[in-house]
């Protein structure tokens, strides 16, 4: 019996549903294998060599359901990881870093655009390497926001205390010219109303989910390995956290029930 071969995501934990929404939408015939590792989220304030033993740990468990592509839907991972995987693995790697600065570049008007993310991301000025191999002379403004992913896995999109985050965390930035604001990390577009709210209506809200998914439409394109299937595939999500959250959220956002299976991960401590 043939077995449709599916695209795997993965991420730190539910952010990475932005990106299966996407490529679920653009590219409704692919079946998606999602892993959010949830138990140890985030992976912004850890080591880059701990974010990509995790990532290592994640594609070999997912190695097992034969994707014919691998999607690094967590910025962060993305950052310290993307290159080692490639290296590991026979199959396309996509991370959603280059993704969001080509549709952060292609919006700007005023060629100034900040950036937000996890610590890690920040620190490892992967956005600005990207943004200025496209555009050299583009001015970066970049901010770690620590408190939001722990907002977002906690299922707190909208609440005093998300907003008195955000405004804590980027108020400031209002005070700069730009005209884009990149979310980098795919946590965030969970929390875009509230960000926007904070930020101001006039700044463009820039999430890698469809660029990215545009690129895994056209590399499957150019191999010749889109799915033609006339039945709609059954997706897999597994998570190593709480699965009730984990299954809530991802109901609430991709807009349909799901399937769950919970995987038991050791979980190192933070530091």
């Known amino acids: 019996m043939f077995v449709q071969q599916p695209i795997a995501i993965l991420d730190s934990g539910v952010g990475g549903l932005?990106?299966?929404?996407?490529?679920?939408?653009?590219?409704?015939r692919e079946r998606i294998v999602y892993f959010g590792d949830t138990a140890r989220a985030p992976y912004g304030p850890r080591d880059p060599e701990e974010v990509t033993r995790f990532t290592r740990e994640i594609v070999d468990y997912l190695i097992q359901f034969r994707p014919k592509m691998i999607v690094i839907a967590c910025n962060t991972a993305?950052?310290?990881a993307l290159e080692d995987i490639r290296a590991r693995v026979n199959i396309p790697v996509v991370g959603v870093i280059k993704?969001?600065?080509?549709?952060?570049?292609?919006r700007t008007l005023t060629g100034c655009i900040g950036v937000i993310g996890t610590e890690g991301t920040i620190n490892s000025g992967a956005y600005e390497d990207a943004l200025?191999?496209?555009s050299p002379h583009v001015h970066v403004i970049s901010e770690a926001c620590p408190l939001f992913v722990p907002l977002v896995e906690?299922?707190?999109f909208r609440s005093f205390e998300t907003y008195e985050a955000i405004r804590r965390s980027?108020?400031?930035l209002r005070k700069f010219p730009m005209d884009s604001l990149i979310l980098g990390c795919t946590h965030y577009p969970f929390l875009a109303e509230v960000i926007q709210e904070v930020i101001g209506p006039n700044i463009n809200l820039i999430s890698s989910a469809e660029e990215t998914a545009r690129e895994v439409s056209t590399i499957l394109q150019d191999q010749e390995r889109m799915s033609r299937g006339e039945v709609l595939p059954v997706h897999q999500f597994f998570c190593s956290g709480d699965p009730k959250l984990f299954k809530s959220i991802a109901q609430q956002w991709l807009g349909e029930q799901i399937e769950l299976t919970p995987v038991v991960w050791q979980v190192p401590k933070i530091g």
């Open 170 to 172: 980027i108020g400031h």
């Open 99 to 106: 993704p969001g600065a080509r549709a952060a570049i292609g």
């Open 154 to 156: 906690k299922g707190n």
């Open 132 to 134: 200025r191999e496209i």
């Open 78 to 80: 993305t950052a310290f």
């Open 18 to 28: 932005t990106v299966a929404r996407e490529v679920m939408r653009q590219l409704p």
